[in-house]
């Protein structure tokens, strides 16, 4: 598995792994609304790393950088726990000291994944739509 800058060769992979992904895991939401072009909407103007196995996208991370936010982190469903997300945490972890993101608390698998790459959790706080943690870390 390789890490490597977002490339738009990679685009209709992450496209589609986006939406798969969304679409098998927000269970809490109505995924009829999802769409393919999803993708560059939310990811606009972020630096992406793209997890990579042959010719084939594992998975995303991508960073709004002013402020070392993760906005996305996305493994294909059919690749979870290979290591894939660790590896694209690492990735950031080595580009900015402090890294911060939000993690529904309804999303317990993935606060105890961020709890295990060092991240912990600095508030929670509810929107009045859903409750969420802000998640930091810090080398």
């Known amino acids: 598995m390789e890490i490597k ?4 060769d990679y685009l209709p992979a992450l496209r ?4 798969d992904s969304r679409t098998a895991t927000f269970t809490w939401q109505d995924t009829t609304v999802f769409k393919l072009s999803d993708f560059e ?6 630096q992406i790393w793209v997890a990579v196995e042959g010719s084939e996208v594992l998975g995303f991370i991508s960073i709004w950088e002013p402020d070392g936010f993760i906005h996305h982190l996305f493994v294909s469903p059919h690749k ?3 290591g894939a997300g660790s590896r694209l945490l ?3 972890k ?6 911060s993101l939000k993690c529904l608390v309804v999303n317990e698998s993935a606060t105890d994944f961020y709890h295990s790459n060092g991240f912990v959790i600095a508030s929670t706080y509810d929107d009045g739509l859903d409750s969420y943690h802000l998640m930091t870390f810090s080398s």
Not at 5 to 8: A, C, D, L, T
């Open 94 to 99: 080595q580009h900015y000291s402090a890294l």
């Open 80 to 82: 979870l726990r290979h």
């Open 41 to 46: 909407r939310d990811t606009d103007g972020e």
């Open 90 to 92: 690492n990735i950031s």
């Open 5 to 8: 800058k977002y490339h738009r």
């Open 16 to 19: 589609q792994l986006y939406l």
